[in-house]
T-cell receptor, first 114, second 112 residues
Framework: ETGVTQTPRHLVMGMTNKKSLKCEQH?????MYWYKQSAKKPLELMFV???????ENNSVPSRFSPECPNSSHLFLHLHTLQPEDSALYLC?????????????FGPGTRLLVL | QKEVEQNSGPLSVPEGAIASLNCTYS??????FFWYRQYSGKSPELIMS????GDKEDGRFTAQLNKASQYVSLLIRDSQPSDSATYLC????????????FGKGITLSVRP
């Protein structure tokens, strides 16, 4: 088991719901990431935070809203999602947002949007 | 579009054989290369990283990098059924930041 935890592990929501995914890392890292993993597609980077500041937003729709209150916690707020947003959402962390840094993944939240 | 390509697979090998997994990338300036293993229903787990040309060995795993040809491979010697998983190639494209681009992954099945 890694030092990155995610809750909930599974989530079913309707298109009008609002929910939040939570990620916590216990590794003392400074950079945190949200990825989306859909069937038959590569892992897609969504957001990057380095020292609590957002450094990357990979053209993600505004129905996904990240929040990073400190270097250990990362949230992904969800509202008015679409069925095509159903996927595995993975959080990762690394020591810093620099080249060659290894990223460590959490167990993921499997999201189903009805 | 900077891309990372992996053979679609699946790849099936008998127990004890060598499994060879290949990955090519389009950005010649790429600097860091990683192989992740992902068991079904689990999250990716880093198994190898390589940064310079040549081979890097860790137990039964060997990563090979050829920057001139823009490919990176992973060899698994003495394959075991427990090696059955999806293997993701990830490349840190040129630039200063740790922004990984992943391939689609290849599913390996090791037959007992």
């Amino acid at each position: 088991e890694t030092g990155v935890t995610q809750t909930p592990r599974h989530l079913v929501m309707g298109m009008t719901n609002k929910k939040s995914l939570k990620c916590e890392q216990h590794l003392g890292h400074n950079a945190m990431y949200w990825y989306k993993q859909s069937a038959k597609k590569p892992l897609e980077l969504m957001f990057v935070y380095n020292f609590k500041e957002q450094t990357e937003n990979n053209s993600v729709p505004s129905r996904f809203s990240p929040e990073c209150p400190n270097s250990s916690h990362l949230f992904l707020h969800l509202h008015t999602l679409q069925p095509e947003d159903s996927a595995l959402y993975l959080c990762a962390s690394s020591q810093d947002y620099r080249n060659q840094e290894t990223q460590y993944f959490g167990p993921g939240t499997r999201l189903l949007v009805l | 579009q900077k891309e990372v390509e992996q053979n679609s697979g699946p790849l099936s090998v008998p127990e004890g054989a060598i499994a060879s997994l290949n990955c090519t990338y389009s950005d010649r300036g790429s600097q860091s290369f990683f192989w992740y293993r992902q068991y079904s229903g689990k999250s990716p787990e880093l198994i190898m990283s390589i940064y310079s040309n040549g081979d890097k060995e860790d137990g039964r795993f060997t990563a090979q990098l050829n920057k001139a040809s823009q490919y990176v491979s992973l060899l698994i010697r003495d394959s075991q059924p427990s090696d059955s998983a999806t293997y993701l190639c990830a490349v840190n494209l040129s630039g200063a930041n740790s922004k990984l681009t992943f391939g689609k992954g290849i599913t390996l099945s090791v037959r007992p």
